[in-house]
């Protein structure tokens, strides 16, 4: 379904951009407002909305909420919280939208806006283009110079307490374990919660200023975590991206653990527990083959769905499954979040090393991967995949050669101007090879921005 604004995640761009400003924001709250209440959420009910650390993200927030208020709903401001705290904010009240304004791992120049359903679910594809169509034009904009200021309510208290709650008291005493906050959203939550179960926490990236979100660190730049890890003697390491929706881990040695690894180790203790609804784990299509192998060998089966934690967590529901995510680090379990929950990911990851008595470096090796490589090319335009004849081509090509050893993709950023390619073999050699010549059909198709 075609949307103009919403992309992979919400609306996100660089801040003053055509998007992403204070007019745009009040105009989507209005929308989103009045596509709360034709669902028939009540005249008055309370929304909330969160933010990450960006210093642009006060004043977009006050305009998304006159824009909610001009619809007929009534803002409350959680002020700085996790993605996965408004979520479960918006489900525990039993509120009709849940706001967060963020631009999750990008950088402190760009921000936007992400909304949840009743429940705390993430909107289905649907849903934004609704939202979309009703959105009013420059004219009919909310006059935010009227409009009182959201309410303000604490939008971290209960959301750790409930977190802490997933480990017995003092289940960490005496683990030592690096947090790396990205200087975002999870600079007070993370550490907080792990001090309360027990661990001497460490943390980096936990003095947000508005303009040092994900500035060299969290999950894009693990770099500093595994270093510290190292040097402290720690346990291991966690790492967030600006909101908290994401885990990315680093075991004792220093080695990194992306998504994939991560749910392989849950999903694989579940399984052996009996704990893994419909045997099923969900991941996207850019999981790595060796997750369906470890998964399938422990007799559970893997589902595949496009990129995104929304499809995961829809195809989830559609099963009946509980436990799903993405190889970037988006981890959904959804016996404790409605949507993607880094410190939940990692306290799963952590009750599982505390059960089995052996340190993170053993437990990663349930996981044998599949050499796999990725490029990421500018473009000039997102032009229609099936339009690309020499890429379709040479996709359809490699897809007939590898078989079932191996698979290859393309598809474009759905925040950046950007085509990605992936390629996944048994052999080193194979992934480079298809990558090459994957890279120089899209450059035929797709010339580079000048």
Known sequence: MNRKYFGTDGVRGPYGG????????????FAAARWARLRGAAEGAEVFIGRDTRASGVSLVAAVSAGLRAGGLAPVSLGVAPTPAVARATRAAGAPLGVVVTASHNPSSDNGIKFFAAGGLKLADEDEAAIEALLPGHEAAPDRQVVPPPAERDGVSAYAADLAAMLPAGALAGWRIVVDAANGATARTTPEVLRRLGA??????????????????????????????????????????????????????????DGDEILAILALDALRRGALAANTLVVTVQSNLGLDAAVQAAGGRVERTDVGDRHVLARLLAVGAILGGESSGHIIDLRASPTGDGLAAALGVLAVMRDAGRPLSELRKVLRKFPQGTRNLKVREKKPLEECRALSATLAELTRELGASGRVMARFSGTEAKLRLLAEADQTSVVDDALERLEKAARSDLPAPV
């Open 18 to 29: 055509p998007v992403v400003n204070e007019d745009f924001a009040a105009r989507l709250g």
């Open 200 to 257: 001497e926490v460490h943390a980096l990236g936990a003095t947000p200023d508005g303009s040092n979100i994900n500035a060299g660190v969290g999950s894009e730049h693990p770099e500093s975590l595994a270093r510290e890890v190292v040097a402290r003697g720690a346990r291991l390491g966690v790492a967030h991206d600006g909101d908290g929706d994401r885990c990315i881990l680093c075991d004792e040695t220093g080695a990194v653990l």
